[in-house]
C-alpha cells in the first residue's frame, strides 16, 4: 500500500510543478461534466413533472376505466368493487377562485392504487383531517403563492362556497388541487358522480366489464409516455443534443491536457519502471490518479451544473409552459441519481479522453526507444485514415437524411455532419498549408508553412473543438433569427382581431356579446370557437372561424385553393395547419373525416396554414359549421374589431363591467408581446448553452496552445540560434495560430449554414412539425468570426507573450539538452 | 415532507385502520387503550338481541366479525381457513351517508396448509356500499368477499352462512351450518379485558360445520370441517399496559369447547381469561388462579420470535394439553402483522383449533 | 553474486536479425567493482538492460545472488530492480517534479528500505546537504549525477549497475563522480558494475572486462 502511495505521490508531483496543466485538465473536465450535468437536471426537473402530472391527473400512467358522458355514478364504483375490481374513484372539476380557474381533483385515498406513481402524500396523522369534512385541500407552494394565500386560508370560490382549509402539498403539480372525493362531490355539486375509476394492481378473480357496467365504462389502458412526454419530447432531444456536444468539447479540453500530462512524464514512468515499479502497480496508480481527479472535477462540474441548470429553469420552465402547458416548478430538485450519473460521466469521460494516453503509458517500454518519430510519415497516415473516416461519417450522414423518419434520425444527422467536418478539418488545412509551403520561396515562410503542417497533430483537437462549436453556433443563430423573423410576420397575420375575450361561461359571454353590440367603437364581434376531437388516433384542435373579411384579409396561408373563405363556408371544407399536413401526409384536395359527436364529418382540405408553436395538429372550419357538428363547443372566446385609439377604454369598461382580469381579456399587442415572450425564451436557453459552447470551446483552443508553447520550444531554438529575434519568433507565432484559427473559422460558416439548414429543414420538421423559409444573416457572421478570431488572439497571446519574454539561456538550455 | 407516508391503504392500516385492532392488534397501539371518549361505554348486563346485534354497532369505536376454520380434504390433509371484517370508528358520532360516514372497515383472509400460507387484506370506507354489515337478509362484506345468510337463515343459530374470499394467489368459498344457538361468552356476554373497566361485548358460534372448497393456486381442494365464529364490539378493549396476547379457540374431541387468551402486560404480568362450553352450548367462565398457558417452542418468523406450540392445564378441569400448530409459519403479513394458523392437540384430550399470537 | 553464463541475445530488424551477445560469461563478486568496456554497438548497453531485467534474454543464465531472472514474471523482476539493483544511467534519469531530498528517498522509500542512517551518511558523502530543497534542473550535470548514484546506493542494493554514468560529464566532474561512487560502494559492500567506452576510468576499477563481437574478450 505505501508502495502505491509512494507512487502516486511521485506521479502527482508533476502536478504541482504544472499547475497550468492541471488546471486546464479540471477546468475541461469540469465544464464537460457542468454542461452536460446541468442539463440532464433541467430534463429531470421537468420529467419529474411530467410524472406528477400524470399521477395527479389519475392518469395515463395508471389504466382506469371512463364513462362516456363527464361522469358516471358511483354505484358503479361499489358494484365494481363488490365484483372484485380494485378500483378507486376520482371526481375531476375545475374551480374558480378571484380570477383563477383551477382543476380540483377528488380522490378516495383509501382505495387509491400504491402503484399510482407519484400520488399526492398525506402524513398519517394527516389522513383523517383529509377525509373529514371539512377536510384538508391539496395544493402545490406554486399554487399557494400564485393565489397569494397562506397555508390554512379557507379562500371562497367565486360562487361563494368555502373551500376547505389549503395545505402544501410539495410533489404535486401546481394549478391542481386536491381534496377528498366526498368533498369534491360536494364542491363540485355532483353528488354520487365520479369521472373515473383507477384500477389498482389485481387482486384475483373478478366479474366482467360488461356483466357489471354493461356498456356506461370503457377501459382504457395504462400509457408508459404521457402526453405531455410525447409533445415535449423533442424539446428535451434538442436540450440533450447541446449537452452532448458541450461534453464532447469539454471531453477535448481533457484530452488535450491529459495527452501532454502523459507526454511529459513518459521519461518519469521509465525511470519508475527502472527504479523497480512494477507495471501494474505504476498503470493501478496512473488509472487511480485519473480517477481521483475526475471525482474531484466531477463534483466541482457537479455544483457548476446546479448552477447552470438553477440559472436556466425560469426560461425553460417558461418555454415549456407556454409551449406545451406543461407546468414545471420553478425550485429545482435533484435525485441523488443525478449527482451519482454526474460523477460517473466525469470519471467515464476522464477515461475516455484519456484512452489513449493510458494504453500508451501500459505498453511504455522500459528502454526508450531511440529513433526519433517519422512524424512526416506517421501525420500522412493520421490525415489519411481520418480522412477515411469523415467520408464514412459523410455516407452515414447521408443514410440518416434519405432513410431517418424520426427526430432523432435528424439529430444522428446532424452530429455526423458535425462529426464529419471535424474529422476532415486537419486533411483541409494539411492541404492548404502544404499548398503555402509549394508557394513560399523563401527560407522563413517555407519554415513557417513546414513547421505549421508539424503542428497541426497537436492542435487539431483543439481546431476540430473550434469548428464545431463555431458551426453549431452559426447554425442555432440561423436558426433563432430566422424564425424570430418568420414567426413576427405571422403573428401579425394571425391576430387579426384587436381584442380577444374569453368569457367565463356562455351565459357571461351572451351578456357580453349584446352590451358589445350596443358600443359603437366595436365594428364587429368575431365569435371564435374551439373544439378537441381525434384524428387518426391522436389529438386534434377544431378551430371554428367566422366568416369575415378580417380573416380571409389577414389569416396567413402557406397555399390554398383559390378563394378558399368562399369555399370554406359551405362547412364541408377545411384548411389543415402544417403540422397535421406533414404528419399525416394530407395535401389539398385530400378529404379527411373528422370524429364528431353527431357521427364522422367529412372535409376537403382547401388550403394549409403555418401553425408554428401548436404541438397538436389543428384545423380551421367555419365558425358555423363548428357550432353544428359539435354543439358542446363553448361559446366563450371571441374577437373584437376596434379602432387602435378606442380600444384601452374598451378594456377599462368591460374590465369593470364584468369583473374581468388580464386572464380573461387581452388586446392584440399584449397578446403579440406575449406569444413573443414565450418563443424567445424557448430558444434563450439553446442561445445560453450555445455561448457556453463557444466558450468552452475558447479554453480548449487556450489549454492546446499552451501545452503546444512548451513543446514549441526545441523547435524555436534553433531558429533563434541562427539569428532570428525572439520578438519576430513570437510574432511568426501568433501569425500562425491566427492563421489556422482563421482557416477553421471560415470553414466553419458554410458549415454552420448546412446546420442551420439541417435544424430547419430537417430537426424543426421533425421536433415541432414545421419549416421555417431560410435565412442566412451576413452581419451576424462576420460577428462570430470576429468572436472566434479573438477568442483565438486570447489563447495564442499567453504562449506567445511567454517567448517573447523568455530568458535567452532558457533557449540555449533546450538548443543544448534536447536531442 | 420526509415524515409522511402515502395516502394509500398502507397508511391508513397505520392511521385510522390499524386502530381497528380487532384481536389481531392489541400490539399496545396506543388506539386499542386511548380512552373512549364519545363513544358508548361496554357496561354488565346488555341484553344481547338478535339479528340486530349482528349488525354494526357505529357508536362504540371498534368491531369484528371473525370466522376460523379447521377443515380437512378427502384424503385426509389438514387445512384452516381465516375470514375477518373489521370495522373503525375515525369519530365518535352516528354513522352518515355517503362518504362522510366516519366509518372504516378492513377485511383479512388467509388459509393455511401443512406447507403453505397466504393471506391478504383489503380496506374501504363506510356510507357508499363498498364493505358493511346488514342484518336482514344478513350478510357482511367487503369487496367481494362475503358472509351471507342463506335460505332459512336462523338469526340465533347465525347459520347457515356462506363465507367467500378471494386474492390474487387463494379463494375460498365455504358453507357453515349450526345445529346449535350461539353462546356468550364472558359473563353473559361482557368480557372484562383489565381490571380498570376495559371490557367489550363478546358472543361466538362455536358449533359451525363447515363444507366448501378451497382453492390455492388455481388447485381446488374441497373440504370439510369445524368453524367458529367470534364477535366482539367495545370502545376501549384494551388497558394501556397490556401489550398483546395469545388466544385459543379450540375443538376439543369430547364435543366441548374452549375459548382462552392470555393478556401479556408490559410489567410481565400476564391474565388469563376463558371460557368453557359444554357440548350442549352452556358457556362457564374459567378464572381459576392455577390455569396456566407456557409457551415450548418459538419460531423465527419475520425477525421475531413467536411462541407457536404452548402447554394448556385447567385443572379444574382435568384438561392438560400440548399444542402444535399446523404451519408454524403462519404469519399475517398484513399491515399490522400477526400469527394466525390452525393447530391440534394432544394430552388429556384431543382436537383442534385456531390459535392467535399478536405483539410479538 | 553476479554471475551472468552463456547469455545470447540478438535484435530483429526488417532485413536482418543481429545477435548482439552471442554467449556472455561474467561474474562480479561482493564488494568487488568490474568495468565493462567495447567499441560502440559491441552490446555493452545491452547486457547491462539485460542484468537489469529491463529486457530479456533469448538464452543462457544470469543469476543475481539466488535468483534465476528469466524465472521471473515482469513483476518480479521489478522487485528484483526495487529492492537488489541500483541503476545509473547516462542521463541521470531523475525525477524533474520532485526535490532533490525525495529523488534520493524515492527508491528506497518504494521499496521498503528507507534506512535515515544510511540516507544521511549518502547525503553527506555525496556533498548535497545544501541541495536537498532543489529541483534536478536547478543542479549541475555532476550534481545530478551523484543525485542519481545516491537513490540507486539508498535501498542498500547488491549490485550497483551503471550505464555510461560519466558520459555527460567533463573530465575532471567524472573523476570525482565516480571516485564518489567507487568510495559508497565499497562503504556499502555492494558489487559495481559499470559499462564505459573510457578505459581511462575503467583503469580505476578492481577488473575490467572488454566486450567484442558479443563475446568478453
Redesign the interface.
Known amino acids: 500500500m ?2 502505491a502511495v ?2 502516486l505521490a ?1 506521479l502527482l ?2 502536478w ?3 499547475p497550468m496543466q492541471l488546471a486546464t485538465l479540471l477546468i475541461g473536465l469540469i465544464s464537460a461534466t457542468a454542461l452536460w450535468s446541468g442539463v440532464q437536471a433541467l430534463n429531470q426537473q421537468a420529467r419529474n413533472s411530467y410524472d406528477r402530472a400524470a399521477a395527479t391527473f389519475g392518469g395515463t400512467r395508471t389504466a382506469m376505466l371512463v364513462g362516456s358522458a363527464a361522469t358516471f355514478p358511483q354505484k358503479l364504483f361499489v358494484d365494481l368493487r363488490r365484483a372484485g375490481w380494485p378500483v378507486s374513484p376520482v371526481l375531476e372539476g375545475r374551480i374558480q377562485i378571484g380570477g383563477r380557474s383551477l382543476r380540483l381533483l377528488g380522490i378516495e385515498p383509501v382505495t387509491m392504487p400504491t402503484q399510482v406513481g407519484n400520488a399526492p402524500t398525506l402524513g398519517t396523522a394527516n389522513l383523517q383531517a383529509f377525509v373529514t369534512p371539512p377536510g384538508q385541500m391539496l395544493v402545490s407552494a406554486e399554487t399557494l403563492a400564485d393565489l397569494k394565500l397562506y397555508e390554512g386560508a379557507t379562500p371562497l370560490a367565486n360562487d361563494g362556497t368555502q373551500l376547505p382549509p389549503l395545505r402544501v402539498q410539495a410533489q404535486l403539480v401546481p394549478g391542481v388541487m386536491v381534496v377528498d372525493i366526498g368533498i369534491a362531490q360536494k364542491l363540485l355539486n355532483k353528488p354520487d358522480q365520479l369521472s373515473r375509476l383507477l384500477i389498482g394492481k389485481d387482486r384475483g378473480p373478478r366479474a366482467s366489464l360488461q356483466s357489471i357496467a354493461g356498456d356506461a365504462l370503457r377501459y382504457v389502458e395504462p400509457d408508459a409516455a404521457t402526453d405531455l412526454e410525447r409533445l415535449t419530447d423533442s424539446f428535451h432531444l434538442n436540450l440533450t443534443a447541446f449537452g452532448l456536444l458541450s461534453f464532447f468539447v469539454g471531453l477535448f479540453i481533457v484530452n488535450s491536457s491529459i495527452g501532454l500530462a502523459f507526454e511529459q512524464r513518459l ?2 514512468l ?12 505504476l498503470n493501478t496508480v496512473l488509472v487511480a490518479e485519473l480517477v481521483s481527479l475526475a471525482l474531484v472535477a466531477g463534483l466541482a462540474g457537479l455544483v457548476c451544473g446546479y448552477f447552470i441548470a438553477a440559472a436556466l429553469l425560469p426560461d425553460v420552465a417558461a418555454s415549456l409552459r407556454g409551449l406545451y402547458g406543461a407546468q414545471i416548478p420553478g425550485q429545482l430538485s435533484l435525485k441523488p441519481a443525478w449527482w451519482l450519473a454526474g460523477v460517473a460521466i466525469s470519471v467515464s469521460g476522464a477515461l475516455i479522453a484519456a484512452c489513449a494516453s493510458l494504453v500508451k503509458a501500459i505498453r511504455l517500454p ?2 526508450a526507444s531511440a529513433q526519433p518519430q517519422a512524424w512526416h510519415q506517421a501525420q500522412r497516415r493520421w490525415l489519411k485514415f481520418q480522412s477515411a473516416a469523415a467520408l464514412a461519417v459523410f455516407i452515414a450522414a447521408g443514410c440518416f437524411l434519405w432513410l431517418g423518419d424520426s427526430l432523432l434520425a435528424g439529430f444522428a444527422m446532424l452530429a455526423a455532419l458535425l462529426l464529419g467536418a471535424a474529422l476532415l478539418l486537419p486533411a483541409i488545412l494539411e492541404r492548404v498549408l502544404s499548398l503555402g509551403e509549394r508557394g513560399a520561396t523563401r527560407p522563413l515562410p517555407k519554415w513557417f508553412f513546414a513547421d505549421s503542417r508539424q503542428q497541426l497533430s497537436g492542435l487539431s483537437l483543439a481546431l476540430m473543438a473550434l469548428l464545431l462549436a463555431l458551426a453549431v453556433n452559426v447554425g442555432v443563430g440561423t436558426m433563432v433569427e430566422s424564425f424570430s423573423r418568420t414567426f413576427v410576420t405571422w403573428l401579425d397575420g394571425r391576430l387579426a382581431a384587436d381584442v380577444y375575450v374569453n368569457a367565463a361561461n356562455d351565459r357571461q359571454a351572451t351578456e357580453m356579446k349584446t352590451w358589445l353590440r350596443d358600443r359603437d367603437e366595436v365594428q364587429a364581434v368575431l365569435p371564435g370557437g374551439r373544439a378537441d376531437t381525434q384524428f387518426a388516433g391522436a389529438p386534434l384542435e377544431v378551430l371554428g372561424l367566422p366568416d369575415h373579411t378580417t380573416y380571409s384579409d389577414h389569416w396567413p396561408l402557406l397555399e390554398s385553393i383559390r378563394n378558399p373563405w368562399v369555399r370554406l363556408r359551405a362547412g364541408d371544407a377545411a384548411l389543415i395547419s402544417e403540422q397535421l399536413s406533414r404528419r399525416m401526409n394530407l395535401s389539398i384536395g385530400d378529404r379527411i373525416e373528422v370524429s364528431a359527436p353527431g357521427g364522422d364529418w367529412p372535409v376537403e382540405i382547401i388550403g394549409i396554414y403555418a401553425d408554428y408553436g401548436n404541438p397538436k395538429s389543428q384545423i380551421a372550419v367555419n365558425y358555423a359549421a363548428l357550432t353544428r357538428r359539435f354543439p358542446g363547443t363553448p361559446q366563450t372566446r371571441f374577437g373584437l374589431r376596434v379602432a387602435p385609439e378606442k380600444i384601452p377604454p374598451l378594456l377599462t369598461a368591460m374590465k369593470e363591467q364584468f369583473s374581468l382580469d388580464d386572464r380573461n381579456l387581452a388586446d392584440q399587442a399584449t397578446m403579440k408581446a406575449e406569444s413573443k415572450r414565450i418563443f424567445n425564451r424557448t430558444f434563450a436557453v439553446t442561445a445560453a448553452l450555445n455561448t457556453f459552447t463557444l466558450g468552452v470551446a475558447g479554453i480548449a483552443l487556450l489549454t492546446s496552445l499552451l501545452t503546444l508553447a512548451n513543446s514549441r520550444l526545441p523547435q524555436l531554438a534553433p531558429l533563434w540560434s541562427i539569428g532570428i529575434t525572439r520578438q519576430r519568433l513570437a510574432l511568426i507565432e501568433l501569425a500562425r495560430t491566427m492563421s489556422v484559427a482563421l482557416i477553421t473559422a471560415l470553414l466553419a460558416l458554410p458549415l454552420g449554414l448546412l446546420v442551420a439548414w439541417c435544424l430547419i429543414a430537417v430537426v424543426n420538421v421533425k421536433a415541432f412539425g414545421w419549416r421555417l423559409p431560410f435565412h442566412v444573416f451576413p452581419l451576424q457572421l462576420m460577428q462570430l468570426l470576429g468572436v472566434a478570431l479573438f477568442a483565438a488572439l486570447c489563447a495564442a497571446l499567453l504562449p506567445v507573450i511567454r517567448l517573447a519574454r523568455m530568458h535567452p539561456a532558457a533557449l540555449i538550455r533546450i538548443f543544448a539538452n534536447e536531442r | 415532507m420526509s415524515a409522511s407516508g402515502k395516502i394509500s391503504r398502507r397508511a391508513f392500516a397505520g392511521g385510522a385502520l390499524a386502530l381497528l385492532g380487532g384481536r389481531a392488534f392489541a400490539q399496545g397501539f396506543a388506539g386499542l387503550s386511548e380512552t373512549a371518549d364519545g363513544y358508548a361505554a361496554v357496561v354488565p348486563g346488555k341484553r344481547f338481541v338478535f339479528p340486530a346485534d349482528h349488525g354494526p354497532h357505529p357508536e362504540f369505536r371498534i368491531e369484528w366479525w371473525y370466522v376460523t376454520a379447521n377443515l380437512k380434504d378427502a384424503a385426509g390433509a389438514a387445512y384452516g381457513a381465516q375470514w375477518t371484517l373489521f370495522r373503525q370508528a375515525t369519530q365518535p358520532g352516528p354513522a352518515l351517508e355517503g362518504w362522510a360516514n366516519r366509518n372504516a372497515w378492513m377485511g383479512h383472509a388467509a388459509v393455511t396448509r401443512a406447507d403453505t400460507h397466504r393471506s391478504t387484506e383489503t380496506f374501504a370506507r363506510g356510507g357508499v356500499g363498498q364493505a358493511g354489515v346488514e342484518t336482514a337478509p344478513f350478510q357482511a362484506w367487503i369487496d367481494n368477499w362475503r358472509m351471507r345468510g342463506l335460505d332459512a337463515f336462523d338469526a340465533d343459530h347465525v347459520a347457515p352462512v356462506e363465507l367467500t374470499a378471494s386474492s390474487t394467489d387463494f379463494s375460498y368459498s365455504l358453507r357453515l351450518d349450526a345445529d346449535r344457538p350461539l353462546v356468550l361468552q364472558g359473563d353473559a356476554g361482557f368480557s372484562r379485558k383489565s381490571d380498570r373497566g376495559q371490557a367489550s361485548y363478546y358472543y361466538s358460534q362455536p358449533f359451525f360445520k363447515a363444507a366448501g372448497r378451497i382453492v390455492i393456486d388455481d388447485k381446488p381442494a374441497d373440504v370439510t370441517g369445524l368453524a367458529w365464529m367470534d364477535r366482539e364490539w367495545s370502545s376501549q378493549p384494551l388497558a394501556s399496559d397490556q401489550s398483546g396476547w395469545d388466544w385459543f379457540s379450540l375443538h376439543l374431541d369430547t364435543g366441548e369447547k374452549l375459548m382462552l387468551y392470555r393478556l401479556r402486560q408490559k410489567d410481565g404480568a400476564n391474565n388469563l381469561f376463558g371460557n368453557f362450553i359444554t357440548p350442549d352450548g352452556r358457556s362457564v367462565e374459567i378464572a381459576a388462579a392455577d390455569n396456566s398457558m407456557t409457551p415450548t417452542s418459538f419460531t423465527d418468523i419475520a425477525g421475531r420470535k413467536v411462541p407457536t406450540a404452548w402447554r394448556v392445564a385447567i385443572p379444574a378441569r382435568g384438561l392438560n394439553i400440548e399444542t402444535v400448530p399446523l404451519n408454524p409459519k403462519s404469519w399475517m403479513s398484513t399491515g399490522f402483522a400477526y400469527w394466525e394458523g390452525p393447530i391440534s392437540f394432544t394430552g388429556s384430550h384431543r382436537g383442534v383449533g385456531y390459535l392467535e399470537l399478536t405483539g410479538y | 553474486m553476479l554471475a551472468v553464463s552463456n547469455l545470447t541475445k540478438s535484435y530483429r530488424s526488417a532485413s536482418e536479425t543481429v545477435a548482439v551477445l552471442r554467449g556472455v560469461n561474467l561474474q562480479v563478486a561482493a564488494g568487488e567493482s568490474v568495468a565493462l568496456t567495447g567499441e560502440s554497438g559491441s552490446g555493452k548497453s545491452t547486457l547491462l ?1 539485460l542484468i ?1 531485467g ?2 530479456s534474454a533469448d538464452g543462457g543464465e544470469i543469476r543475481l545472488a539466488d535468483v534465476v531472472l528469466s524465472d521471473l514474471t ?2 518480479g523482476r ?6 537488489r ?1 541500483g ?1 545509473v ?1 547516462q542521463q541521470f ?6 526535490s532533490v531530498e ?1 529523488n534520493l528517498k ?2 528506497s ?4 528500505r528507507h534506512d535515515a542512517k544510511w540516507h544521511d551518511e549518502l547525503v553527506e558523502r555525496l556533498g548535497l546537504r545544501h541541495l536537498l530543497r532543489r ?1 534536478p534542473e536547478q543542479l549541475s550535470g555532476g550534481q545530478q549525477q551523484r543525485v542519481a548514484i545516491g ?1 540507486a546506493l539508498a535501498p542498500r542494493p547488491l549490485l550497483l549497475l551503471a550505464d555510461e554514468p560519466t558520459g555527460n560529464l567533463d573530465e575532471e566532474t567524472a573523476d570525482e563522480v565516480l571516485a564518489l561512487a567507487r568510495d559508497l560502494v565499497t562503504r556499502s559492500g555492494c558489487g559495481f558494475l559499470m559499462v564505459t567506452h573510457s578505459t581511462r576510468l575503467a583503469a580505476t576499477l578492481d577488473r575490467q572486462v572488454h566486450l567484442h563481437a558479443g563475446l568478453i574478450a
Open positions: 505505501s508502495r509512494w507512487t511521485v508531483s508533476h504541482r510543478r504544472h521519461p518519469m521509465r525511470t519508475l519502471r527502472a527504479c523497480g515499479v512494477s507495471a501494474r502497480m522500459v528502454l | 538492460h537489469a529491463l529486457d515482469d513483476a521489478a522487485e528484483l530492480r526495487r529492492d539493483l541503476l544511467f534519469n531523475l525525477i524533474p517534479s520532485l525525495d524515492f527508491q522509500r518504494i521499496a521498503g529541483y537513490r
